[in-house]
């Protein structure tokens, strides 16, 4: 199997995203994150504006966090009053992360990309997780949010990471049942984590070929 694709979801300060680019520039490939709203601003023709506002109304949304619309793969059409829907702003999103996926090696990070593929025997699927004390830590040495109480912003973003996947998928985001590899950040380091992934896709190469 030539081509791999790498999804990373993660806990917020627990350096994910930095991981998962760190990842694809070792690997010579993409990694794709809040890009993917705009190529499925290009694919829909939607504003880019309402792809980047659907979070904010959802967190405003009272039965956000009962409700679910699982993600079934279809896109609703031009000519249908649900087309600028949160469903079909999710749809488009979806659209884009399978394409992706098809055209070649890449990152993935967020946007339940894990779900979506889910059913691909060549995508990795990664959660990285860290102890809370780690995450703040590493929240405050970037910066992130000065002036803020940054506790309570990384207890909200995971919470609301938390209810966006469960909504869209009707799975739990933290359940490590839903990934191929769950690592500690706070443990391995940043390279160490790296260093898994990398190990772990010549194994999942190694069967696929075996196949």
């Not at 769950?182 to 190694?206: H, P, Q, T």
């Amino acid at each position: 199997m030539d081509k791999m694709v790498i999804t990373i979801a993660r806990q917020y300060g627990s350096g994910g995203k930095t991981i998962g680019q760190m990842l694809a520039k070792d690997l010579g490939i993409k990694a794709y994150s809040r890009e993917i709203l705009k190529l499925a601003s290009e694919d829909s023709g939607i504003n880019e504006t309402l792809f980047n506002q659907v979070d904010e109304k959802l967190k405003t949304t009272p039965l956000f966090r009962i409700m679910k619309k699982e993600y079934k793969g279809e896109l609703i059409p031009p000519e249908s009053e649900d087309f600028l829907s949160n469903q079909n702003l999710f749809n488009y999103q979806a659209k884009v992360i399978k394409d992706l996926a098809e055209e070649d090696s890449c990152v993935i990070i967020g946007r339940c990309a894990d779900f979506v593929l889910k059913d691909r025997p060549n995508v990795i699927r990664v959660f990285i997780h860290a102890s809370p004390e780690y995450c703040l830590k590493q929240a405050v040495e970037r910066g992130a949010h000065i002036g803020k109480d940054v506790e309570k912003f990384i207890q909200q973003t995971d919470k609301y990471r938390g209810e966006y996947y469960h909504y869209y998928t009707g799975q739990v985001w933290n359940d490590a049942r839903n990934y191929d590899l769950c690592l500690n950040s706070e443990k391995l380091g940043f390279e160490g984590c790296v260093e898994a992934i990398k190990a772990y896709m010549k194994i999942r190469k190694d069967v696929l070929e075996e196949k």
